[in-house]
């Protein structure tokens, strides 16, 4: 439940992928902000901010207005990233882009983007730069960032209310507080220390650490407790500079583990954010025989396995998605394995526990979205039997397609529904409440029905004729498809 209710918070407070551009400036808003001298001189860093357009068929929420920045270094008039090698990459709209609600102040999510930028994105050897962008509520006066306790002043720009500081990439975020002074409250988010109920319980140790099996830098861990659960957890992540968290690879972007504050997300797919302590680690005590599970992706080609394993656990072994095997690193209960995965439809990979009585367990799981079969209630004729509506009832799932076997007396149906993998594409479990919503689609028969009786295929059920003036009888607007065809794969 402390999953969901802080989901629930980040998408009140949070506008995320809104659209395909969730970001798009509305016009005479974009303009340059705050701004910041760079630690080792040269080129001075800059944000730039803008109230950005809702995507078709969005709206944001009420008395919420929305600011979005991104954050790099002044370069002819254009933002930029610059790496050692002296190479220059410009921001275009949408890359390295976070947005934010400025409504008001909330203890819950930090009004503030970090990072931590690597020398080369490719091969990382050291991290160079903190930046600490962010967006102050409408009614603050002042913000405040403690580094390793020396506290300073960030100026607050008075026309986009953002506000920027850039600091040695040695400043990790578990050294860094930030304090809002907004309409007589003052909120702070202490990354050592934790905003959302939960805090550390003991020391933050390493676990184990296995390489990437497409050759990046490899995944490490960090096993801790939660103080509140006084369970332990472990958390993965690529190894940059000898510390373990979020890399994206295509910015050198980083955020060291583990994460103690609701970051909000970058735009432009992989993030160093994620959901704070608690919450992004695998946290709990696995079954004798099990282990207790959770997937993360870190880019679109690997897909990272870590959790803990049961007492009677004695070794692990990760097949990919064409059966052949991967490296899994068991120190203790906990464990770190890799595959590469490309996450496409009815995309899966197994977990092969070998047990303490020799015996082996499978733990099958998807890494890309599945057409599951779903139970289904009525239909109807139509067109003279070339196409029957079918009828049931689900949750925000899509219908993805229908198989249908014509016997010489029955037509068996069998509806699909498109289920998303357990995780997203920056490591977030996906758990979100299902509204019971009623549904129609229309399925094309290879042959008139005839006189055939309609019974449900897998995972059967009884079924019906609809009755006059049931939802969905009279309306045209069901979903079309042709019985043996599946939605297109949007990966």
Request: with cysteine; aromatic share 6%; proline share 8%.
């Amino acid at each position: 439940m402390r999953r969901l209710s802080a989901l629930l918070a980040l998408a009140v407070v949070l506008v995320v992928a809104l659209s395909s551009h969730a970001s798009e400036p509305r016009p005479g808003t974009l303009a340059l902000g705050a701004k910041a001298a760079d630690p080792e001189g040269g080129a001075e860093w800059a944000v730039r901010a803008w109230h950005p357009r809702a995507g078709k068929g969005t709206r944001f929420p009420r008395r919420t207005r929305i600011v979005c920045l991104q954050a790099g270094r002044l370069a002819g008039g254009r933002l930029v990233r610059t790496f050692a090698d002296g190479r220059e990459r410009v921001l275009e709209i949408d890359d390295r882009t976070t947005c934010f609600g400025t409504a008001g102040l909330s203890r819950e999510i930090l009004p503030a983007a970090i990072e931590r930028l690597a020398d080369d994105p490719a091969s990382p050897r050291r991290l160079v730069r903190t930046l600490v962008a962010g967006i102050a509520p409408d009614e603050a006066d002042r913000v405040v960032l403690a580094v390793r306790g020396a506290e300073q002043d960030v100026p607050i720009d008075a026309a986009t209310h953002s506000f920027l500081a850039v600091l040695d990439g040695s400043v990790r975020r578990a050294d860094l507080a930030l304090r809002v002074h907004a309409g007589g409250r003052i909120v702070e988010f202490d990354f050592g220390q934790g905003t959302s109920g939960n805090s550390l319980s003991g020391a933050v140790r390493r676990g184990p650490e296995v390489a990437d099996p497409l050759g990046g830098p490899p995944f490490g861990s960090l096993r801790y407790a939660v103080r509140s659960e006084e369970q332990p957890c472990l958390e993965a992540g690529r190894v940059i500079g000898d510390e373990v968290g979020a890399y994206d690879a295509t910015w050198g972007s980083f955020l060291d583990a583990p994460t103690l504050a609701h970051m909000p997300p970058y735009e432009d797919a992989w993030a160093p954010a994620g959901a704070p302590l608690g919450e992004s680690g695998d946290c709990g005590d696995p079954e004798r025989d099990d282990v207790s599970l959770r997937i993360q992706r870190f880019d679109d080609r690997v897909a990272v396995f870590q959790g803990l394993a049961g007492p009677d656990v004695r070794a692990l072994e990760l097949r990919g998605p064409d059966g052949s095997p991967y490296p899994v690193a068991l120190a203790g209960e906990a464990f770190v394995g890799a595959t590469p995965s490309s996450g496409k439809l009815n995309e899966r990979a197994a977990l092969v526990m070998t047990l303490a009585n020799g015996r082996r367990r499978v733990r099958r799981v998807a890494l890309g979205p599945q057409d599951v079969p779903t139970r289904w209630d009525s239909y109807t004729v139509r067109r003279g039997g070339r196409v029957l509506r079918i009828h049931w009832g689900s949750g925000v799932t899509p219908f993805s397609g229908a198989d249908v076997k014509l016997g010489r007396r029955t037509a068996t149906v069998t509806i699909f529904e498109r289920f998303a993998p357990t995780f997203s594409d920056d490591g977030w479990g996906i758990f979100y409440p299902q509204p019971l919503l009623t549904k129609c689609a229309d399925v094309v028969l290879p042959r008139p029905l005839g006189g055939r009786r309609v019974i449900a295929g897998r995972p059967g059920g009884a079924v019906r004729r609809s009755r006059p003036g049931e939802p969905f009888v009279a309306n045209d607007g069901c979903p079309r498809m042709r019985a043996g065809t599946r939605l297109p794969d949007a990966g």
